[in-house]
């Protein structure tokens, strides 16, 4: 089967039912929580191309929901990012936990997505009674662990990382219980163990540093061409992609790709995320950006290349600084589950024609920063900014910016003001309106207008600082509001929209 869940245009105010095949058995899914109005997903823009885009996730995560909002809607696939590991599902011998497993395959079944599994056989989050084993008994102990996994799984993961990580950086095997026992050899047991397993599931090797060509790709390319030639049930190959912008883009991706592809095989980036020494600055997040493009690019170059998977979304929850300290940064969303520049970058890559979403080089652009010292008084004071990214003048008098919240209890008409504006708030204008059909944090939104004037290449007009109230001036309350944010210094902020003649140039409407 394959991975590529159908593609799918989700909008908001229509409960989408996707029919998705897990291995040949038709099922009928509820896609998750509708995109942003006019905006097609990562996923939609992937499935466009015939490739699934995916994220890791793991189940402490499952409990925010802002997190599992964005990961069940902009995403097709998840791949469990601890749960499936062999301490999670086996951590005494003959004693297995599918608890946390069953946990993401239930997430991914409610919102149509495809699961990778991962992984079967590793040397590391390995309990410690694997390496206890004589070496006798590790082979037996090694297919059992797949036979139960996989055979628990089957029918609910599309793919298997069957065996993660089989290579030190130069090419040489890596030793482990497994290769210590049976050499080499364990990798073909073990792919033939998961295929009588789950028949159905497609079956691959990861590795990390394999992306571009080198020794090890080299070693990866040898022992996945001799697996082929013996007829060994291998379907693909996963290239992890934890790169880092202080160690260069991995050279000939594209091409390292290609040659594997051209053994017959599938190839996939299942682990993408790129880091940085932190703090992270602009000139790191644009760097960033450009390897997460061309990370689009290689893949959307190699037909057999089927989908990308981001290891985990967000900062918020990115392995990287706990691996690699002082790192991070690594993700396409930021810590307040903000696009970054790199989510732009992987839109556009992926073909985005600009109809909505945070708009690419050359655009327009919404910053924000909460003026206020309480989210629970009768006034809420967004502060905005205005930012001209692209090389040309805009003629204002067409921009609109919208603000979007809820009313809360209280009346329905509305006060509102311009305090400060380098502009001068004679310029701007500005009302309440009231949605006509509310969403999630937002029954009503603050419209900014300019009356007239341009703004020029590479300038923001200032910070805006905009104020209102109900005229019976009730409290709000402001945690739930769609384009809140906690922050106090200004950001991007894609929840702020921006409008040329009435048409969304930037953001995520609710
Ligand atoms: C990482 C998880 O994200 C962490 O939560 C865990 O503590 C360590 O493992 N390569 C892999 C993944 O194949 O399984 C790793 O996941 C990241 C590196």
């Known amino acids: 089967m394959s991975l590529t869940k159908r593609s799918t245009r989700r909008r908001p105010g229509r409960s989408a039912v996707l029919l998705l095949a897990v291995c040949g058995v038709a099922a009928a899914l509820t896609a998750g929580p509708a995109a942003a109005a006019g905006q097609e997903t990562l996923h939609d823009l992937a499935s466009a191309q015939g490739r699934y885009f995916g994220s890791a996730t793991d189940n402490p995560e499952l409990s925010d929901s802002a997190y599992t909002d964005t990961l069940g809607s902009e ?26 497993g069953d946990a993401i395959t239930g997430f991914a079944q409610a919102h149509g ?48 990382d069957v065996v993660n990580e089989p290579f030190n950086d130069d090419g040489t095997f890596r030793t482990s219980p497994f290769y210590d026992a049976m050499g080499s050899d364990y990798i073909a047991t073990a792919l033939r163990a998961a295929h009588a397993a789950d028949p159905d599931a497609r079956l691959y090797i990861n590795d990390y540093n394999t992306e571009g060509l080198g020794a090890k790709s080299d070693a990866m390319y040898d022992l996945v061409s001799g697996l082929v030639a013996e007829g060994v049930p291998v379907d693909g190959v996963g290239f992890q992609g934890h790169l880092a912008v202080q160690y260069g883009f991995p050279g000939g991706m594209r091409q390292n790709l290609q040659r594997f592809a051209d053994l017959g095989l599938d190839v996939a980036v299942t682990e993408l995320d790129v880091r940085m020494q932190l703090p992270a600055g602009a000139a790191g997040l644009a760097t960033q950006a450009t390897y997460y493009r061309d990370v689009v690019e290689a893949c959307l170059g190699v037909e057999r290349c089927v989908g990308i998977t981001v290891w ?36 556009a890559a992926l073909g985005d024609d600009g109809g909505g979403g945070p708009a690419g080089p050359g655009a327009l652009r919404a910053r924000y920063r909460s003026n206020d010292s309480s989210v629970s008084d009768n006034q809420i004071k967004p502060g905005l900014q205005l930012v001209n990214t692209g090389g040309a003048a805009v003629d204002l008098s067409g921009v609109t910016l919208r ?108």
């Open 75 to 100: 995403f097709g696939q998840i791949t469990p990012g601890n749960s499936m590991k062999w301490d999670t599902t086996e951590p005494q011998q003959g004693r297995f936990d599918f608890a946390r």
């Open 113 to 160: 997505q495809t699961v990778r599994g991962h992984t079967l056989v590793w040397h590391s989050q390995l309990p410690g009674w694997v390496s206890a084993l004589p070496s006798a008994q590790v082979e037996a102990a090694m297919v059992n662990h797949i036979t139960e996994v996989a055979g628990h799984y089957r029918g609910s993961v599309a793919a298997w």
């Open 312 to 347: 985990d979304y967000t900062d918020k929850y990115s392995w990287v600084p706990g691996a690699f300290p002082g790192q991070g940064a690594a993700n396409l969303y930021d810590d307040n589950l903000r696009p970054k520049p790199a989510y732009a970058a992987v839109r």
């Open 403 to 510: 603000y979007w919240f809820t009313g809360d209890n209280g009346a329905s008409s509305y006060g509102t003001w311009c305090d400060w504006s380098p502009l001068g708030c004679s310029t701007l204008t500005h009302r309440v309106a009231a949605m006509s059909s509310p969403h999630t944090g937002a029954d009503h939104y603050l419209e900014v207008g300019f009356g007239s004037g341009s703004l020029a290449p590479g300038t923001s007009t200032g910070e805006m600082q905009l104020r209102l109230s109900k005229t019976d001036w009730s409290n709000f309350d402001e945690t739930d509001d769609y384009s809140h944010g906690a922050g106090d210094s200004y950001a991007d902020a894609p929840k702020v929209t921006v409008y040329v003649d009435g048409e969304l140039v930037w953001g995520l409407e609710p």
